[in-house]
């Protein structure tokens, strides 16, 4: 079968030209490859049709494994969609297949093989639904006998959004008054599925089509209609225009009078946006597909779609209606203003990378200048949003935004009646406690504010726990958790204690910083649904992905379940070590953004040193660097070379005797160069904060100062004249006694 491959699908409303989405392909007569002789067609067929027998009837004689066997081999035939449907159709096993299909589902060794089957038959059909021609021929049987326009009905509704360019131009068409009424039966039947592309096409519509789409609209009973409508009957110049819509909006519920307002249409647009941000149900016409449609409407072409990648369709459409809602209220909506940005982040976030998406094309910015040129405020909101929805990414690009453009008060502060960024220091993911915490010092506030607390130990929690990893198991069989304990301490996990059920995660999760995922060793669809409620029901597990590991007999309910989740990987329990990993890392980078590596741990510990650095010398009122003393001790003792030395830096301004002595403690363990460094940073701190040396360490920098290394000798000097020690340490010195 031929395919077109173009970027986008086009449907044009006079429906001279359809340009399919690559993947999707156009129907061909059946009877074989073009070229093959009608025998070799023939016998094509025949090895096809007995091949969809052999698996049907193994199926039902419970030989699953012959009937995998046989599954594959057709699957190996490479038939298209289309010609799979027709061949499916024609046998005399049509009847059984879907029943065959349905019992293989069930039968972990069968699964992957029936999913294939299941979703070529399904995809078939709805390329054949879909195709233009069709579409013409199903719309002009709407006129002929009573059977085939049941039948016409069925195939239109079948192939949904796709009909809509021809259906609107036939319901347009006032020269064949019956046609035109079935016509709008069917849009009507077809539901929620219409009104968008209904709703495009409106305003570059005649007036009296305008009235006869109105009309339609509103007899179509969803309220997604009603900010299109809200908006005709406020702007339309013409006011048979205006009453027909006011006319759907009273059939669909009403507004009050005031309603008509643009800003309460604007207000109804920003709804819908939310709906559609929130990738509902009820604003997703194909689910599990990989494209869905963007609309648009020229009167000179008519209505048209593009296809459109699904993980950034929601997102285009939430930033269309967000921008119509912006228009409507001059510029004076920051609720719509942060929607628009926050759907911008995640658009950019969930883009498939090196995709061309037609609603973002090359003449918008990079998300992040429109975020900053927002300004602080939206920049919280947007953050406040990442939160309330455990959205990582988003809440990481927030931050980023919102540091560049706050200071002082507005940093911790929002001016939304919350502290979004105080806030994400205890979000439960560390990119994000970091990353907060790192803007909140860069700001060195002069007096404290509700949370401030928390920013010393997070900074030092990054210098001390970037690259760790910590899992939780949630099992009740002491054997099963032990097994996995051994295997995700094996790939660098520290695992914590035995969550014997989901109650128990918020207990042992209290042992570390943040928890990286969730293993759920469950047997059924209903205790897995609870682990995963209940894990994100946990504040400190809140954003955690979850893995669940089933049995075979239970895994391929389970993965239906929580398939789209990207929260969420379903695996079987039997998976080797290495399946274990690979599941992992795909399930935290789908998620969380993988785990944090060692040279991003680097980078973070680096940061978070500079940060403790700045606030030290600044002497900010409102954080404790001493809280960091502990974790800055331990990257003292472990660190070598210019890293160590930022981490005596900052040792060398915190006021307690710990930081002193160890300071004195890694100079007097050092060499050459470095010796000299540590030490001249000891002399710092006393200087500051006087001699808080123990005896020990004295005596021994009394012998560092007869050193033969003539800079380490004097370095050793000028410590102890920052000490003050007394003239009989000196004077031996002097007479050259030592």
Avoid at 93 to 106: D, K, N, P, T, Y
Avoid at 564 to 581: F, H, M, T, W
Wanted: a negative charge.
């Amino acid at each position: 079968p031929s395919t077109l491959r173009r970027p986008t699908l086009l449907v044009a409303l006079a429906g001279l030209a359809v340009w399919m989405a690559p993947g999707i392909t156009l129907a061909q007569p059946a009877g074989g490859p073009a070229g093959a002789g009608a025998g070799e067609q023939a016998t094509a067929a025949a090895d096809n049709d007995q091949l969809l027998r052999d698996f049907v009837y193994y199926v039902r004689i419970a030989r699953f494994d012959v009937a995998a066997g046989v599954g594959q081999e057709l699957l190996a035939k490479g038939l298209a969609p289309v010609e799979f449907t027709t061949l499916v159709e024609s046998s005399p096993e049509s009847a059984r297949f879907e029943e065959a299909v349905g019992r293989a589902l069930r039968r972990a060794e069968l699964e992957p093989t029936a999913s294939q089957l299941l979703r070529l038959y399904q995809q078939g059909r709805l390329e054949r639904a879909r195709n233009p021609d069709e579409v013409a021929r199903n719309i002009e049987a709407l006129t002929g006998t009573a059977r085939a326009l049941v039948a016409a009905r069925e195939r239109l509704v079948a192939a949904g959004e796709y009909a809509m360019p021809q259906l609107l131009q036939a319901l347009l068409d006032g020269s064949n008054a019956a046609r035109q009424a079935e016509v709008q039966r069917v849009i009507v039947a077809l539901g929620r599925q219409a009104i968008i592309p209904l709703a495009t096409a409106l305003p570059g519509l005649a007036p009296a089509q305008q009235e006869v789409v109105a009309g339609v609209l509103g007899n179509v009973p969803y309220r997604s209609s009603m900010p299109f409508l809200a908006d005709l009957a406020g702007s339309s110049p013409h006011q048979s225009v205006r009453e027909a819509a006011q006319r759907a909006l009273d059939r669909l519920g009403g507004l009050p009078t005031e309603s008509m307002a643009g800003s309460d249409a604007a207000g109804l647009y920003r709804q819908l946006a939310e709906a559609y941000y929130g990738e509902k149900s009820e604003v997703t016409s194909f689910p599990g597909e990989e494209n869905q449609l963007l609309w648009s409407f020229d009167p000179g072409v008519g209505l048209t779609a593009q296809a459109i990648a699904t993980p950034v369709f929601h997102e285009a459409m939430a930033m269309r209606l967000s921008e119509r809602a912006l228009r409507l209220s001059d510029g004076d909506s920051p609720d719509a203003l942060a929607l628009w940005i926050a759907s911008n982040f995640k658009r950019e976030a969930q883009e498939p990378r090196g995709y061309d998406n037609p609603a973002y094309g090359d003449d918008r910015r990079e998300p992040m200048y429109y975020a900053v040129a927002a300004g602080p405020q939206i920049a919280q909101a947007v953050l406040a949003r990442g939160l309330d929805t455990r959205d990582t990414a988003l809440s990481r690009r927030a931050i980023a935004s919102v540091e560049r453009t706050a200071g002082g008060d507005a940093l911790w502060g929002s001016g939304i009646d919350r502290r979004p960024l105080v806030e994400a220091l205890t979000y439960p993911n560390r990119r994000v406690q970091y990353d907060a915490a790192l803007a909140l010092a860069a700001a060195r506030p002069n007096s404290g504010f509700p949370g401030a607390e928390r920013v010393v130990p997070t900074l030092a929690s990054a210098i001390r726990d970037a690259s760790s990893r910590y899992a939780v198991v949630v099992t009740g069989n002491a054997e099963a958790y032990q097994a996995s304990r051994r295997t995700l301490e094996g790939q660098g996990f520290t695992v914590l204690a035995q969550a014997r059920s989901v109650g128990d995660v918020a207990e042992v999760s209290v042992e570390a910083p943040a928890v990286d995922i969730v293993v759920a060793l469950t047997p059924d669809l209903e205790r897995a649904a609870t682990v995963v409620d209940g894990v994100r029901g946990t504040p400190r597990t809140a954003a955690t992905p979850v893995l669940v590991l089933a049995d075979a007999t239970n895994f391929p309910e389970l993965r239906r379940r929580f398939e789209g989740d990207a929260g969420v990987a379903v695996r079987q329990s039997a998976i080797n070590d290495e399946q274990l990993r690979r599941s992992i890392d795909d399930l935290l980078g789908a998620s969380s953004g993988g785990l944090i590596g060692a040279e991003e741990a680097a980078d973070y510990a680096s940061r978070a040193i500079a940060a403790l650095r700045d606030l030290s010398i600044s002497s900010s009122g409102a954080f404790d660097v001493g809280d960091a003393s502990a974790p800055l001790i331990a990257a003292l003792e472990s660190g070598r070379g210019a890293a160590r030395n930022r981490v005596a830096e900052v040792l060398a301004n915190i006021p307690r005797s710990a930081a002193q002595v160890a300071l004195m403690d890694a100079a007097l363990g050092a060499s050459g160069l470095e010796q000299v460094t540590l030490l001249g940073e000891v002399a710092r701190s006393a200087k500051r904060f006087g001699n808080q040396l123990e005896e020990r360490q004295t005596r021994r920098l009394v012998e560092l100062a007869s050193s033969q290394d003539n800079a380490v000798a004097t370095a050793a000097a000028a410590l102890m004249g920052a000490l003050n020690l007394p003239n009989r340490d000196l004077t031996p010195l002097i007479l050259g006694e030592r």
